[in-house]
């Protein structure tokens, strides 16, 4: 059973902070990692997504991916309470059949 | 650029009744699509997804199926409903590669009572 597990949180940060998620996959098999924010009520949307070890940046937001620990990590700078929503981590498959293997989200909350 | 369309937005439907649902993607040829429910509390479940016109592949055995009679267009269906099918139906589409970004659609909020 593949699986992505992700500290349910909720995680609660000052405005300003960095904000820290964390996620961990089972599947060596997986090659790209991807972050979605989800929003209360509404469908979740991709932030990020990396396939290489190291860090990848994008304006306020890094994800971190180490490979040999099966661990993926997504840091939000300068935190502003427009980012409080649960976080999505997702594993690709590996292999050909296309499918990502969501972890259940870390609510994060950044208080003003 | 690419848009995916989802409807209804909600739906309320007494147990027992049928269900369809459908999910169209613009701005693309040949995606991968999916179905997936979003369970109060719990996290993303896969129930189906396809590779091309009337390929449909289903991950978890229940009441619900899936067809896409054309390219774009996505659609799940139910006879009958049950109360444990409540939940938040979305849609994906990725483009035609391994392990490629999926990109959700606005949802359907589906209620059974």
């Known amino acids: 059973q593949k699986e992505v597990e992700q500290n349910s949180g909720p995680l609660s940060v000052p405005e300003g902070a960095i904000a820290s998620l964390n996620c961990t996959y089972s599947d060596r098999g997986s090659q790209s990692f991807f972050w979605y924010r989800q929003y209360s009520g509404k469908s979740p949307e991709l932030i990020m997504f990396i396939y290489s070890n190291g860090d990848k940046e994008d304006g306020r937001f890094t994800a971190q991916l180490n490979k040999a620990s099966q661990y993926v990590s997504l840091l939000i700078r300068d935190s502003q309470p427009s980012d409080s929503a649960t976080y999505l981590c997702a594993a690709g498959s590996g292999g050909s059949n296309y499918k990502l293997t969501f972890g259940k989200g870390t609510l994060l909350t950044v208080n003003p | 650029s690419q848009t995916i369309h989802q409807w209804p937005a909600t739906l309320v439907q007494p147990v027992g009744s049928p269900l369809s649902l459908e999910c169209t993607v613009e701005g693309t040829s040949n995606p991968n699509l999916y179905w997936y429910r979003q369970a109060a509390g719990r996290g993303l479940q896969l129930l189906f997804y396809?590779?091309?016109?009337?390929?449909i592949s289903s991950e978890v055995p229940q009441n619900l199926s899936a067809s896409r009679p054309q390219d774009r267009q996505f659609i799940l269906s139910s006879k009958k409903l049950l109360l444990s099918d409540s939940g938040f139906y979305l849609c994906?589409?990725?483009?035609?590669?391994?392990?490629?970004?999926?990109?959700f659609g606005p949802g359907t909020r589906l209620t059974v009572t």
């Open positions: 396809s590779v091309g016109i009337g390929q």
């Open positions: 994906a589409w990725s483009r035609l590669r391994i392990e490629g970004e999926q990109y």
